[in-house]
């Protein structure tokens, strides 16, 4: 999932009110950040895979570093640890749920690619076999979750615009024909979209005078 992820951001958001909305949207997609960062650096391995089903162009061929739940409990256990000591528990506790979201938002769009350990035991409930349910759902919770984040806010029209470049630039994924794009080039354009969503956020909680 893509936008699936920052939905979980913005329940967290609701939850833990005085951490910034763009800190929770790197947590989120760490996990992510890890594995496209590992796969620039040749240590874990993607590769295209030809299909009309949009969502499942990207095998996720050996990813036990990033998108195992082994890994994701103890790179959660660390953010814990270390966001603990920098900044307070509270954050720590925070930060750690949603690094460790990433895994089971995951574990219900794949197909089983998702080992439970390191590269072991591959899961995956599948959604993404039905695509436009698994587009709409997706879709469905990122709203859902942003209407109940801010349902009570009272200058609405950053996040709305915030909410609405999400789901237009997540859109045309569904709708992208057939075609290698090189996972290199991949990788690239993820990292920068989630720098951008996070830049996004962080422009949306900005101080306006
Ligand atoms: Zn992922």
Redesign the pocket.
Known sequence: MFVGHYAVGFLLKKKFNEIPLWVFFIAVQF??IL?FSLVLLGVEKMSYNPTDNPFLRTSKDYVPFT?SLSSSLIIAFIILLVIWKLKNKTWGIALSIGVVS?WFI?FIAHTPDMPLLFNSYKVGLGLWNYPWIAFSLEIGFFLGAGYYLYRDAENLKRPIILIALLVLLYTPTMFAPEGEMPVAVFSIVSLSLYFIFAALAWWTERKQN
Request: proline residues 0%.
């Open positions: 996990v992510d594995a998108h990433h995951d």
